[in-house]
């Protein structure tokens, strides 16, 4: 199956250094043993077809179901679907880090909330630059 068959395009890929920088970690307890650039692209083609398969059959479990998002539980029968059901827990793991980090992650603040300002005094400022545009509009006619 190529990315054609599923909509997409030649360009996509992984980033080539952060492939090669888990194959050196993997590789790292055996170190007799390395491995080739074309080696390595091989590997980056064979995950973005694995990735585009289960992409796909995801996009195709979520549309049965009347979504128009795919859902971790979409990307779970769509591995269990394809017979990749090994894979289910490990994900179900990330899944569930990645909940707790967003969850924990610190809430950006708005320049409201950085202002320091209250909405009252924000309200006055905006009305002087108002007053102070128009005055420039003015004298310039």
């Keep these: 199956m190529s990315d054609r068959e599923f909509g997409g395009n030649d360009d996509l890929s992984l980033p080539k250094a952060t492939v090669q920088k888990i194959i050196t970690e993997i590789l790292h307890s055996d170190p007799g043993v390395t491995f080739a650039k074309d080696t390595r692209d091989l590997l980056i ?74 909405e009252e005094e924000l309200i006055r400022q905006q009305q002087e630059l108002f007053r102070s545009a128009t005055d420039k509009f003015n004298a310039a006619q």
């Design 45 to 118: 083609e064979c995950c973005v077809e694995f990735i585009t398969l289960i992409s796909s059959e995801a996009n195709e479990i979520a549309e049965k179901d009347a979504k128009k998002t795919i859902a971790c539980e979409h990307v779970k029968a769509a591995l269990e679907e394809l017979d990749f059901g090994d894979y289910v827990p490990a994900i179900l793991e990330v899944a569930a880090d990645y909940k707790k980090q967003q969850a924990n992650r610190e809430k950006k603040q708005t320049k409201i909330e950085q202002s320091g300002m209250t």
